[in-house]
């Protein structure tokens, strides 16, 4: 009829407009996975800063929860504020923002990738971050930035010689892992044969920062790696909408015109940024990455990356991890990467033996 309009709701699967009901439920999806993603991200924060108020409280010099809480309000007596500010809350912030950094990197390697063994420590990224900080450590003497520098150069190059190694008229996932592991134990070698032909002293300073620690990442350190990971954080909210896409193919991306190639390659950018600045302080923290946004998917119950989720996950575990090294055993103290491995492995294994399950 001349004038009449037809009035639609939002286009259901296969771009045919979706009828009132279709419309309601199609909304009634989204409140719920949206409310579902913020009480995820609320209670890691919620438990983030129970482990944190903890931690504070924890130590041979101990303060109540109570004495914190004042401390942290700007009271307190000069020797609280000293143990409190000084020595325990940068070991604190400097924990969570690794596993926030290395959270947000697994994140977009396994959502750009379409692969749960795509983590950045298994595919040599991590490795290659420090060997360019260790060769910056040993060969250069470098400290702060430079070492920030070289870890991301590293990380890069690694990411590139994977990327062309399996590149075939296209980007194959399982290529790309397989590759990323050879250049894994490749970089890896490559560490122990610097590290066994340095000076007793530069060598024992380099191997303890390859354990990973963030016992000694305060000040400068900490300013840029804080800093950093705020501005990648912020590049990939502005880039985030290309992950759904890119993480149902190249062709689905294509057609939601996203232009796959370039925003896959933007994406990983930003993730080894992430992965070099975590490394370049705090050293390869294994399995984080590879955890973090896994854990972060089932709690979310939906498809996706789960950004914001896993990263708030990534902080609460290195935290915890941190803080289980300190104080889960007494007389005994084990740096985060030797707690997050143990933690790791067991759940690669599982993982390795769902995937084989699901193949057969």
């Given at each position: 009829m001349a004038g009449s309009r037809v009035v639609g709701g939002p286009a259901a699967p296969g771009g045919?407009?979706?009828?009132?009901?279709?419309?309601?439920?199609?909304a009634a999806v989204r409140g719920a996975d949206r409310r579902r993603r913020a009480a995820v991200v609320l209670a890691g924060s919620a438990a983030a800063a129970a482990i944190a108020l903890a931690a504070l409280s924890f130590g041979a010099a101990g303060v109540t929860p109570e004495r914190v809480l004042e401390v942290l309000l700007g009271g307190g007596d000069r020797i609280d504020r000293f143990v409190v500010l000084d020595l325990r809350?940068?070991?604190?912030?400097?924990?969570?923002?690794?596993?926030?950094?290395?959270?947000?990197a697994g994140a977009v390697f396994q959502s750009t990738l379409r692969n749960p063994l795509a983590s950045p420590d298994i595919l040599g990224v991590s490795a290659g971050a420090s060997l360019g900080a260790v060769w910056a450590i040993l060969g250069l003497g470098a400290g702060g930035a430079i070492v920030a520098g070289f870890a991301f150069g590293g990380g890069l190059v690694v990411a590139v010689v994977i990327w062309l190694a399996a590149w075939r008229q296209g980007l194959h996932g399982v290529r790309f892992v397989l590759v990323g592991v050879g250049m894994a134990y490749l970089c890896g070698s490559t560490v122990a044969w610097l590290l066994a032909r340095a000076e007793v002293r530069e060598a024992q300073t380099a191997l303890h920062w390859t354990v990973g620690s963030v016992s000694d990442v305060r000040g400068e350190e900490l300013w840029i790696l804080a800093a950093g990971t705020a501005a990648c954080a912020a590049l990939l909210t502005l880039l985030g909408r290309t992950l759904r896409p890119l993480a149902l193919g190249d062709d689905h991306a294509r057609a939601l015109g996203v232009r796959a190639d370039g925003a896959r390659v933007a994406l990983l950018l930003v993730a080894v940024a992430l992965v070099a600045l975590a490394t370049s302080v705090a050293g390869p923290i294994a399995f984080v990455?590879?955890?973090a946004p896994a854990v972060a998917r089932r709690l979310v119950g939906a498809g996706g990356a789960?950004?914001?989720?896993?990263?708030?996950?990534?902080?609460?575990?290195?935290?915890?991890?941190?803080?289980?090294?300190?104080?889960?055993?007494?007389?005994?103290?084990?740096?985060?990467?030797?707690?997050?491995?143990?933690?790791?492995?067991?759940?690669?294994?599982?993982?390795?033996?769902r995937t084989e399950r699901s193949r057969a």
């Amino acid at each position: 009829m001349a004038g009449s309009r037809v009035v639609g709701g939002p286009a259901a699967p296969g771009g045919v407009p979706a009828s009132g009901a279709d419309a309601a439920r199609i909304a009634a999806v989204r409140g719920a996975d949206r409310r579902r993603r913020a009480a995820v991200v609320l209670a890691g924060s919620a438990a983030a800063a129970a482990i944190a108020l903890a931690a504070l409280s924890f130590g041979a010099a101990g303060v109540t929860p109570e004495r914190v809480l004042e401390v942290l309000l700007g009271g307190g007596d000069r020797i609280d504020r000293f143990v409190v500010l000084d020595l325990r809350l940068p070991r604190i912030v400097a924990a969570l923002v690794v596993g926030i950094a290395f959270a947000l990197a697994g994140a977009v390697f396994q959502s750009t990738l379409r692969n749960p063994l795509a983590s950045p420590d298994i595919l040599g990224v991590s490795a290659g971050a420090s060997l360019g900080a260790v060769w910056a450590i040993l060969g250069l003497g470098a400290g702060g930035a430079i070492v920030a520098g070289f870890a991301f150069g590293g990380g890069l190059v690694v990411a590139v010689v994977i990327w062309l190694a399996a590149w075939r008229q296209g980007l194959h996932g399982v290529r790309f892992v397989l590759v990323g592991v050879g250049m894994a134990y490749l970089c890896g070698s490559t560490v122990a044969w610097l590290l066994a032909r340095a000076e007793v002293r530069e060598a024992q300073t380099a191997l303890h920062w390859t354990v990973g620690s963030v016992s000694d990442v305060r000040g400068e350190e900490l300013w840029i790696l804080a800093a950093g990971t705020a501005a990648c954080a912020a590049l990939l909210t502005l880039l985030g909408r290309t992950l759904r896409p890119l993480a149902l193919g190249d062709d689905h991306a294509r057609a939601l015109g996203v232009r796959a190639d370039g925003a896959r390659v933007a994406l990983l950018l930003v993730a080894v940024a992430l992965v070099a600045l975590a490394t370049s302080v705090a050293g390869p923290i294994a399995f984080v990455a590879l955890i973090a946004p896994a854990v972060a998917r089932r709690l979310v119950g939906a498809g996706g990356a789960a950004v914001a989720a896993a990263a708030v996950v990534g902080g609460v575990l290195t935290l915890g991890a941190d803080v289980a090294g300190q104080f889960a055993i007494p007389g005994f103290t084990a740096p985060l990467g030797i707690v997050t491995g143990v933690i790791g492995a067991p759940y690669l294994l599982w993982l390795l033996a769902r995937t084989e399950r699901s193949r057969a």
